[in-house]
């Protein structure tokens, strides 16, 4: 839009008996003018100050070589407002920043307020100043909020995509960690199972069938919770672990005694609890070697204590620790509800895994931040 300026110019000076090399050197000088624009405009608009320091010097040379070509042309050729410079101000506005591009704006209004007072007096200045400097500053300005207006819908539109993108990772991860729960307590419940049959066929063929059949029920109840993960609306219950817990540690040959005191709890509470009953137990049947395991569930004023004990060898000695997705999937689910996550080997031996959650509070809606406490994963 704005190269009808130097059309505007072209057509005044083809209009006035020119030398023919003065005007061959104002058509050059006007080309020149032209690419030095255009390079300005398609290379460097709207980029926010962002330029790496070889580019901003490139930046700043054409901006210069732009300012003394329009310059050269209206000392050479103009008269009058001098109106070549709306091109540097154009560039200056939409290729600066913000800070640059007004000091920029205001430096040139004062330059071309002087060139006209130069030709046409102070007195002319004073009285027509809204013609002479006036357009400068709206072009100017208008351009630098056009400018900043862009940039703006820029940083909204990969604030948008930031967004998007970071949702998606964060239903990827609950789904991660969803499966690896559901399925991890299942299939080694299945195993566990498999193996009981296997020694029982022989000698005990009913109570081997029974077992069978029980694979058959484990199987059925993973595919369909599975099923609900994948929906996002799978909730386990207190209840339904400490009944599966029980069935599963004596299966594998570990004694259980649990204790539940809590009464009734909210729902989001209850499923942190339940979650956190399947993982303990599922870390006591595969890593702990343990031979009794002892799960209590105590309420303490406005807190909820759940704990998963065993009288195994304990953690890992130092150096030896993983970080996998089970415990420290519990960590996040637990810390999203605002509790408190310990698991680690207490000073009586074996291993301890503890959460405490807050009662009546709402859980967080953003992604999960680091649980406090200890943090240890399965143990190999």
């Known amino acids: 839009m704005w190269l009808v300026f130097p059309v505007a110019s072209v057509v005044d000076v083809l209009g006035k008996d020119l030398p023919p090399i003065r005007l061959l050197a104002f058509l050059a000088s006007m080309a020149a003018y032209v690419v030095v624009y255009l390079w300005l405009m398609l290379r460097y608009p709207f980029r926010g100050g962002e330029l790496s320091p070889s580019e901003r010097r490139v930046h700043v040379a ?11 042309l209206e000392f050479a050729y103009g008269s009058g407002i001098p109106y070549h410079f709306m091109f540097v101000v154009i560039a200056a506005a939409v290729t600066l920043p913000t800070r640059h591009a007004v000091w920029t704006v205001v430096a040139i209004m004062v330059l071309t307020g002087g060139i006209y007072a130069l030709r046409s007096g102070w007195d002319a200045l004073v009285s027509s100043w809204e013609s002479a400097v006036a357009p400068f500053a709206i072009v100017g300005f208008s351009m630098i909020i056009v400018s900043r207006l862009i940039l703006t819908v820029r940083e909204l539109r990969a604030a948008r995509e930031e967004i998007a ?16 729960d559901l399925l991890g307590h299942s299939l080694s419940s299945i195993a566990l199972k498999s193996e009981l049959a296997g020694r029982l066929l022989p000698a005990d063929p009913d109570r081997a069938a029974v077992e069978v059949h029980d694979i058959e029920g484990v199987a059925r109840k993973a595919l369909r919770e599975v099923r609900e993960a994948v929906t996002g609306y799978r909730q386990p219950t207190l209840d339904e672990e400490l009944a599966g817990a029980r069935e599963m540690l004596e ?25 956190a009953v399947r993982e303990g137990t599922t870390n006591v049947i595969r890593h702990s070697h343990a031979t009794h395991c002892q799960i209590r569930l105590i309420k303490d004023g406005e807190q909820i204590h759940a704990e998963i004990t065993d009288d195994g060898p304990g953690a890992p000695s130092e150096g030896n620790e993983t970080y996998g997705s089970g415990l420290s999937g519990l960590a996040e689910r637990v810390s999203a509800n605002y509790g408190k996550f310990e698991a680690g080997s207490p000073p ?23 649980a406090e406490g200890t943090r240890r994963d399965e143990r190999p």
């Open 348 to 370: 009586e031996g074996g291993f301890r895994l503890r959460v405490s959650l807050p009662l009546g509070t709402e859980p967080s809606t953003g992604p999960a931040s680091r």
């Open 251 to 275: 299966a594998a040959g570990i004694s259980c005694e649990t204790a539940r005191n809590v009464g009734v709890l909210p729902n989001d509470v209850d499923a942190v609890l339940a979650w």
């Open 62 to 72: 054409l901006l210069a070589t732009l300012a003394v070509l329009a310059l050269c």
């Open 165 to 180: 993108r970071l949702a998606v990772t964060e239903e990827r991860l609950r789904f991660a960690r969803d499966l690896h």
